[in-house]
């Protein structure tokens, strides 16, 4: 069983399959824990349903918080009203506040990687069910791709705002969700690849500074990043390559990711947003 | 490293250090006390601190009560402690060298007290690193069997011998500075067989014995 170390141990191994990325991480999976294609493949499944009912219980009118008005209501009347178009993007950025929007709300969610970027993955591959006709089982099975794509940063760097900036947060979750659309939309492994270097190369330098607990700009990071996953997605399922090679991409996203946290630690006193005049209004008590 | 950590677990938001590792923590401390926890005391490091009052991440005594990160009863769990009378304290320390989301648990059922140091690295994942003084390693990313021993060393030596058949197995010891604690652990990829956990048990010199299971 590959430790997915590097990019390549995820991809190659798909390669030599001739499966996609998807396919052969959930094989991979499978071997490492001695379970059956049915009991992973279901759990990941149940994890999309829940996904779903996130973006739908979020996005009702009188959703609201502290630090969220209804963004994912405004936005999805917004759509359906013709001020925004109906395409991917704006369905994907809506889906990814919404959400997002759920678990600063304290709302049932699936950590993808973390609670603060649990919008981006469901965004994207939700609103691209839609755009394509994808089943649920499609959707799934992509799901891997992100999964293992997102192991070398876990690996190499982190996935903790604490420790490694939003990037390792919004900026792994935007990799991963490019890597699931480029897969989805059957990008070869190495588009895969691609579509998640590019992605990585959006949030360098990315740091946490959220106003309160993981609300603001939290939600609407999530929104826009799930808009660089599909910019990356695209990028790479038209030939487009990253010109540096996607490990040594990673690994330098790692790196900064660990340095830009260390530098911007929260322990060190208050950081970005939260040293505006805004955040002075704020319930001291809000900051983590 | 494993898919699952990296999509999943399911949980209640807003953070899964804060909240989805913080439950898990608080449930590893319940496995490893091994009975209901009749009272609790807290010690809150970086960004666990109780920040000026605003009252203890229930997260973290969610899983003292076995509460998983997706249970619905993980948001009452403030409520559930009062109803079963379990005395609650917590305090912000300053531990030297910790990681930014560092909790010490000491907690007290009827039969014994453990002291365990656990932290929350993100996305869920967590790491307990330290049992009674003990220095250990334990994410759940393998099923950990614990016994308390009186002479670390030579229960490991022992544990070996009988495990020689099993697949997979790892087995480690660990003690405290002052070797008061001394513990063997038991790490396997799949449960140990009730047999087997029987004969670790009744190997000389064990004190007493608990685990932690894998994340599933």
Not at chain 2, 119 to 140: D, F, H, K, L, W
Request: charged share 20%; with cysteine; hydrophobic share 40%.
């Amino acid at each position: 069983m590959p430790n997915y170390k590097l990019i390549s141990d995820v991809i190659n191994p798909a390669v030599e399959r001739r499966v996609s990325v998807g396919e052969s991480v959930m094989l991979d999976e499978m071997e490492e824990s001695g379970k059956g294609r049915e009991a992973v493949f279901s759990k990941m499944k149940k994890q999309l349903t829940v996904m779903r009912q996130a973006s739908i219980d979020a996005a009702r009118e009188t959703v609201k918080g502290l630090l969220y008005d209804a963004e994912a209501y405004k936005m999805a009347r917004a759509i359906r009203e013709g001020v925004l178009p109906n395409d991917l993007t704006a369905r994907a950025v809506q889906k990814a506040i919404a959400v997002n929007g759920w678990n600063s709300l304290s709302g049932k969610v699936v950590a993808t990687p973390t609670g603060g970027a649990c919008g981006i993955l469901p965004g994207v591959l939700l609103a691209a069910q839609e755009e394509w006709g994808y089943t649920d089982d499609e959707i799934t099975l992509c799901m891997f791709a992100a999964a293992g794509m997102g192991i070398p940063i876990a690996l190499n760097g982190t996935l903790s705002g604490s420790v490694g900036g939003c990037q390792a947060e919004c900026g792994s979750g935007a990799a991963m969700a490019a890597a699931a659309m480029a897969d989805l939309r059957d990008g070869t492994p190495e588009q895969v690849a691609h579509a998640f270097a590019i992605a990585c190369k959006a949030s360098m330098g990315l740091i946490c500074d959220p106003l309160g607990s993981v609300s603001c700009p939290c939600v609407k990071r999530n929104g826009m990043y799930a808009a660089v996953a599909i910019s990356a997605a695209y990028m790479a399922l038209s030939g487009i390559k990253s010109m540096v090679p996607p490990d040594e991409v990673m690994l330098s996203f790692c790196e900064v990711s660990l340095e830009v946290g260390k530098k911007f630690s929260k322990l060190a006193g208050k950081v970005g947003l939260q040293r505006t005049p805004f955040a002075a209004t704020l319930d001291p008590k809000l900051f983590h | 490293m494993r898919v699952f950590e990296l999509i999943g677990p399911i949980m209640f938001g807003p953070s899964s250090s804060h909240t989805a590792g913080a439950c898990r923590v608080g449930r590893a401390v319940w496995q490893i006390l091994g009975e209901d926890v009749r009272e609790a005391h807290l010690e809150l490091y970086g960004s666990f601190s109780d920040r000026g009052g605003r009252g203890l991440n229930k997260a973290l005594v969610a899983g003292l009560l076995g509460y998983d990160t997706d249970d619905d009863r993980l948001l009452r769990c403030m409520d559930h402690i009062k109803e079963k009378g379990i005395r609650l304290t917590w305090e912000n320390v300053h531990l030297e060298n910790a990681h930014m989301n560092t909790v010490r648990y000491t907690v007290k059922g009827d039969q014994r007290q453990v002291r365990v140091v656990g932290v929350s690295v993100g996305g869920g994942m967590i790491e307990i690193r330290e049992i009674n003084g003990a220095p250990v390693s334990i994410t759940g990313d393998y099923h950990t069997a614990i016994l308390s021993c009186e002479n670390g060393q030579a229960a490991a030596t022992a544990a070996r011998e009988l495990l020689k058949r099993e697949p997979g197995v790892t087995v480690e010891s660990s003690s405290s500075a002052d070797l008061k604690t001394q513990l063997v652990l038991i790490k396997t990829p799949k449960p140990l067989p009730d047999k087997t956990k029987y004969e670790l048990s009744r190997l000389p010199g064990i004190l007493w014995m608990t685990g932690h299971k894998m994340f599933e």
